[in-house]
């Protein structure tokens, strides 16, 4: 996988934008959900008021513990010296877990998190910067085997949804 700040080079040097939705593309493996974790790491180290929705399709794929020990790596290399793990754990709770099997729960999921940006009650949604879909692939496959028309369909739907909402609420979506 290419160093952080070589990713950001060939983004023009400004990370990822607001408003748009990304899509991460490569074969399994390939380090799709990693670059991912370390985006959304990186976007709560550096701003401690952000909050991030991760959208898990992986039964399971998102771990706490991996998230956690890639958040200690970048804070104890920008501070050059051991983090308490109370500091991790704290940037961790600013990531709101969803767990979808398919993409009707992922339409559902961005739905409600369209209604909570609209009419945020509590605090964090307001907060909201990031939304990772990890794995995107996973549920469309499944879909496209049964009916393609009406699965390009509801993918075109999906991303339709998804462009909106980052558009409406400045966020970064990154899909993978």
Not at 145 to 168: K, P
């Amino acid at each position: 996988m290419l160093p952080f700040n070589r990713v950001d080079e060939l983004l023009g040097g400004q990370g990822w934008s607001t408003g748009e939705v990304s899509e991460i593309c490569g074969i399994s493996g390939s380090g799709k959900t990693q670059l991912c974790l370390s985006t959304m790491s990186t976007m709560l180290i550096q701003d401690r008021s952000s909050y991030a929705i991760w959208i898990d399709t992986l039964d399971g794929g998102f771990s706490g513990q991996r998230t956690s020990d890639i958040i200690q790596t970048q804070l104890s290399q920008q501070e050059d010296f051991d983090v308490p793990k109370e500091q991790a754990l704290e940037i961790l709770s600013r990531i709101h877990l969803c767990a979808c099997q398919d993409i009707f729960d992922i339409i559902n999921a961005i739905e409600s998190i369209r209604k909570g940006l609209e009419q945020p009650t509590v605090a964090s949604l307001s907060s909201i910067r990031l939304i990772v879909i990890d794995s995107m692939s996973e549920v469309l496959t499944k879909l496209m085997q049964n009916d393609n028309n009406t699965g390009y369909a509801t993918m075109m739907h999906l991303s339709r949804e998804l462009r909106r909402i980052a558009i409406d609420f400045n966020l970064t979506v990154l899909v993978g």
